[in-house]
């Protein structure tokens, strides 16, 4: 019989270490962008010698895609719970979640998504893993607006799912583009229209 070999437990020290690299190269990430998180940086950052990255990670590719993997799922649990809150309307989900990308586009998490992304330009080990991330926030929002469609009493067949979709991740996208730019013409008002078209669906519900 094959012997089965056993996984060792990761000792206390090594989860420490691989968060506070993951910590820093994040911090980097935002305070000084992609171009900017080198081995070295992120051990200073992480008060680790820079031989550790290597031996906890193999590589800073394989560094940046762990990042990327962490964020895009802390960013994935914060939106599933926003959508997924039974207290608050759909009127009200929307305008909570468009709010943040409108006034706070220099804010952590926007500015190190937008990092992420960048850095996929240009690592091709990279761009499997947004590709998921991409496909991981559409079916959160393709879930949640369904239903709000369907209670809205919206037909699919005049306004797609996924081009209502699209055109929220690309709005989004867009917003932070932009704001991080220093440009938001026009960004108030988009948010106001957008708002004001879904709160009078809200008005005009039919309670279930």
Do not use: C
């Amino acid at each position: 019989m094959a012997r089965v070999r056993e996984q060792r437990p990761v000792s206390e020290a090594r989860q420490q270490a691989t968060v506070a690299l993951l910590d820093a190269a994040e911090q980097l990430l935002y305070e000084v962008g992609y171009a900017g998180v080198t081995t070295r940086a992120v051990a200073e950052a992480a008060g680790l010698n820079h031989g550790l990255v290597h031996y906890y990670f193999g590589s800073m590719d394989e560094l940046l895609t762990q990042t990327l993997a962490r964020f895009a799922e802390q960013l994935a649990e914060a939106l599933e719970a926003l959508y997924a809150d039974p207290h608050l309307s759909f009127a009200e989900k929307w305008r909570l979640g468009s709010q943040f990308w409108v006034e706070e586009p220099t804010s952590r998490f926007p500015k190190i998504l937008l990092e992420l992304l960048a850095m996929g330009w240009n690592m091709p080990s990279l761009r499997t893993r947004l590709t998921e991330v991409h496909a991981k926030f559409r079916a959160i929002f393709e879930r949640h607006f369904s239903q709000a469609m369907r209670d809205y009493g919206l037909d699919e067949t005049q306004i797609p799912l996924k081009v209502i979709v699209a055109a929220v991740t690309s709005y989004q996208l867009g917003l932070i583009v932009e704001g991080l730019s220093g440009v938001e013409q026009g960004h108030q008002e988009l948010q106001a229209w957008i708002q004001s078209w879904i709160d009078d669906l809200e008005a005009k519900r039919v309670p279930a």
